[in-house]
């Protein structure tokens, strides 16, 4: 049960005008709260207890809170007693910080995102959205973690591998100290290890259990019992530690240690100048109309792998995706391009030297595949010289998430005397080349699409959509740093940022209407 409330009765000033910018998006927040179905709440309440406060009215003091840039439990709890826009949403109830926290970092986890999506939905059916563009961009906030306790994979993997070596020597030590028979235990021998890099904790655990058996039956073995001393004191422990941080790092580089999930990455907020990493995520949002239409988080620093789990995230949500995709050139590559071509997508995304071939540089520059011609009837290359690269060979190549890439290999029938050699190749013998037909043709479609008028015009959009509802997150609500630790509860701090700034678009828009049919 909930506890049941009314805010009829509560009254806000309506005829201030100093009144009438936050009178309107309490208002705002209020109306689309409350067009949710109540059983979307149902998975956050289980059942059994005292009655709980109404997860609508939590939901909206929640929402508006941020949209105040308030989002410590303690400063909103304060609010809702002091603040009469808190008090009105509230409804006169009074919900302490630790039910606040627990709702938005607990209760709500598996039922924010479908409060997200009633409330886009809302917005869709409201005209304020359509649901056909979406531009993506990411952007790397910092985790609530210390700076300084980092783990770096490379320095794992290494101490790793050196202490592998340890015991290894120490077990070929103890076997050249004793006799062969003396090793043998019940007529068994020591577990075996095997090559340096296969051996694991629960090995060495085994080998250990049967030295300290040993050890029982020759107490006064003295280089036994510190061989055993030393395994289980120093060895053992550390090598399961090093297996635990490969655990934690998955195929990442790096994590920290107050909030494992957070990988260090470059931040732009880079007070010091000096490049140093931070612990963060990385936020990638997709909007239309600055509205925020999609969110994701991800631990990769950079966007390129994090455009397809942010597209199926985003597919999962609302059933299906928006009929444009645009993005900027750290999106690009073909594993995106194929994947946007198979969701039937029109796509729009840069690759990565799209605006270095505006320069004359780059159209000056022999050695470039873009100057060159290709032939398909033969498939043959011509260089600018006028001399044909034949075709080899193809081979395909696997990327770190599985996407198959083929590449045809051509090279020139001869390279002597050639004029520009020295500028076109630094190799000693003829010129080859590796190309993927599939990814040229993927990049030709793009040039096409955005030499027109529509997607020009798109391109330039995407330059003030996300990065405006950036400006907005990080600058003007001042949210730089995340309050919460761990995937899970930042990527519900990312959901009521989202929240609160769909709903606060909408109000503004709203006022701007309202002032220009006054005006």
Known sequence: MYI??????????MDLEEDIPANHLVRVVNAAVNQLDDAIFDA???????????????????????????????????????????????GRQRPDFRTLNRFRSERMKEVLETVFTGILHYLAEEK???????????????????????????????????????VRTLFATIEAAEKQEELEQAGEDLTELGEASALTSEKLEAAVQQLEAKLQVQPKDKP??????????DLLPRLQKYERQQEL????????????????????????????????????????NQFIIGYSLHQRPTDTRCLKPHLEKVKAALGKLPKTVIADAGY???????????????????????????????QQDISKLDNWQYVEAEDTWTCAVGRKLLFRYESKGTTESGYEVRKRHY??????????KEACTKAQGNREISVSLKYLRYKQQVREKLRSDEGYALAVRRMIEPESVFGQLKNNRGFRRFLLRGLPKV????????????????????????????G
């Open 4 to 13: 049941q409330y009314t805010m009829d009765q509560l009254c806000l000033p």
């Open 44 to 90: 956050a309440y289980p059942g059994g207890g005292r009655d709980s406060y109404h997860p609508k009215m939590l939901t909206k003091v929640i929402i508006y809170a941020y949209s105040q840039r308030i989002y410590s439990s303690r400063q909103i709890a304060k609010a809702v007693r002091e603040n009469i826009m808190f008090m009105w949403i509230a």
């Open 128 to 166: 304020y959205v359509k649901l056909e563009h979406y531009f993506v961009d990411g952007t790397k906030i910092e985790a609530n973690a210390n700076r300084y306790t980092f783990v770096w994979g490379k320095a794992v993997v290494k101490h790793k591998a050196k202490l592998q070596e340890k």
């Open 224 to 233: 036994l019992k510190k061989a055993v001393r030393a395994l289980r004191k």
């Open 249 to 288: 790092l998955g195929d990442r580089n790096s994590f920290s240690k107050t909030d494992p999930d957070a990988t260090f990455m470059r931040m732009k907020e880079d007070h010091m100048q000096n490049g140093q990493l931070k612990p963060g995520y990385n936020v990638q949002i997709g909007t239309e």
């Open 332 to 362: 690009g590559g073909e594993e995106n391009d194929a994947y946007l071509e198979g969701e039937q997508l029109e796509a729009l995304v840069k690759y990565s030297t799209y605006h270095k071939e505006k320069s004359k540089r780059w």
């Open 411 to 420: 090279r020139s029938a001869s390279c002597e005397d050639c004029p520009l």
């Open 491 to 518: 990527s519900l701090e990312v959901g009521w940022l989202s929240l609160a700034h769909n709903l606060l678009k909408k109000a503004t828009i709203d006022q701007k209407s309202k002032i220009a049919v006054q």
